[in-house]
């Protein structure tokens, strides 16, 4: 595992920390992760509207966002149901930016979600 690799989180969203709390669980490898309200995401190119609408992997230079961090968390697994898992994510990438862009969405409807997971609307 790359232990450069950092995770950025909404650490406001309950429904965000269940799942990292069950990624933690789940994942037998993981890398650094910080909730975005307790680091200066301006240093990795982030703007707030990135941060609250979306996790984030920063990488060196890599940022991925939203699904296709999710993918990398997957692929790092040495178990191959999770590396594949991963490869699915990234091979249907449309469907799968859809579908995290839904959970992002409602994650306040979501069981662990509350009023503060609302991603407000970007007029």
């Known amino acids: ?18 799942s990292l709390k069950w990624a933690l ?4 490898e993981f890398c650094r992760y910080v909730a975005f309200q307790k680091v200066d995401f301006n240093e990795f190119g982030l703007k707030l509207n990135d941060v609250k609408s979306q996790v984030w992997l920063i990488e060196g230079e890599k940022r991925l966002g939203g699904h296709r961090a999710i993918s990398w968390l997957f ?4 178990p191959l149901g ?3 898992l ?8 449309p469907i799968s930016a859809l579908v ?3 959970v992002a969405n409602n994650r306040h409807r979501l069981p662990g979600g509350t009023k503060e ?3 407000d609307d970007r007029p």
């Open 1 to 18: 595992m790359n232990t450069d690799a950092l995770l950025i989180y909404d650490g406001d969203c309950a429904f965000c920390k269940q």
């Open 25 to 28: 669980e789940k994942l037998p």
């Open 75 to 78: 692929r790092q697994q040495k």
């Open 82 to 84: 999770w590396r594949t």
């Open 86 to 93: 991963g490869a699915l994510i990234d091979w249907f990438s």
């Open 100 to 102: 995290y862009r839904w």
């Open 117 to 119: 997971c609302t991603i």
